[in-house]
């Protein structure tokens, strides 16, 4: 028997959607091989959400519950960007200040919609990303990447600002040259359950690529929960996803890649703890 030790980097899994089960998804999520988990912020409002969630997993593994061990990464998110306001820059870093953070995120820039590619919009933006890299340079944390449809300002704004942390371009959406810039900065490319769908013919493409160019060691893998449920869960999970589902991101690169699945969860594993060196210093 297999004993799979995975490393969820990237979940919401303080939202309300699962204050009604948590515990019971806590202990799937572990007996599923997830060992750890990143808590991820994207509002300022909901940062002490974050930490309540992360006490209430700590208190399930004090009372010998299985889960998994829950960390911290605020940050706020570009799409969010008409939300936030200047003083949510103080209150995140009071948040970094206060609580053991393993990265700052997720933040970038995302133009997926109209509202988002308006100029106000766009430059305030950019204004949050690079006040948020400088806190992430100051603090010397690693960062998680939210981009969508604005790669090429993002690689030129942490070329610009000589970002040096690294850390994981979440739920990576480019392609082979965006995907190869990123590793040579430092970072990480982050696989959903996206990968499931055999329709997402473009980053299935540039994940083979990538592997075969650059090697096994620029992958780690993440559920984004509640979000990018995996294919096979859709009808059994009415679509929410859960940090457990992490196992069949696994399955799929196992697949698409053709290496065994426990050698590619040792490499995940040590890539993930590369990427966010705090994972191992934050126990419970």
């Known amino acids: 028997m297999q004993h799979l030790m995975l490393i969820d980097t990237h979940t919401h899994f303080d939202l309300p959607e699962f204050d009604i089960d948590r515990i019971t998804q806590a202990k799937l999520a572990f007996d599923n091989g997830v060992k750890h988990l990143v808590l991820i912020g994207f509002l300022a409002k909901y ?5 309540a969630c992360q006490t209430q997993m700590r208190d399930f593994i004090q009372q010998n519950q299985p889960s998994p061990i829950p960390h911290l990464a ?3 998110h570009p799409f969010y960007i008409t939300q936030h306001h200047d003083n949510d820059l103080l209150i995140l870093e009071q948040f970094i200040k206060q609580y053991q953070s393993v990265a700052i995120g997720e933040i970038g820039l995302d133009t997926f919609t109209d509202e988002m590619k308006q100029t106000q919009n766009y430059a305030k933006q950019q204004d949050f990303f690079i006040k948020q890299l400088s806190l992430a340079t100051q603090y010397q944390l690693p960062v998680l990447l939210h981009i969508r449809k604005a790669h090429a ?5 942490l070329k610009q600002q000589k970002f040096c942390q690294g850390g994981i371009a979440h739920s990576f959406s480019g392609g082979i040259q965006e995907a190869k810039t990123f590793v040579n900065l430092g970072f990480k490319i982050g696989i959903t359950g996206q990968i499931t769908n055999p329709n997402a013919k473009k980053l299935r493409t540039t994940v083979v690529e990538l592997v075969k160019t650059v090697g096994l060691d620029s992958l780690v893998i993440e559920t984004d929960c509640p979000d990018f449920t995996p294919i096979c869960c859709h009808q059994s999970h009415k679509r929410r996803n859960t940090p457990a589902n992490l196992v069949f991101v696994l399955d799929e690169l196992s697949i698409l890649l053709n ?5 590619l969860a040792e490499q995940l594993w040590q890539n993930s703890i590369k990427a966010l060196p705090n994972l191992t210093k934050f126990n419970v």
């Not at 940062?47 to 930490?51: A, E, G, H, L, S």
């Not at 290496?259 to 050698?263: C, H, V």
């Open 259 to 263: 290496i065994d699945k426990q050698l």
């Open 47 to 51: 940062f002490q959400q974050m930490v």
């Open 74 to 76: 605020f940050g706020l």
């Open 153 to 157: 300002a993002a690689i030129r704004i």
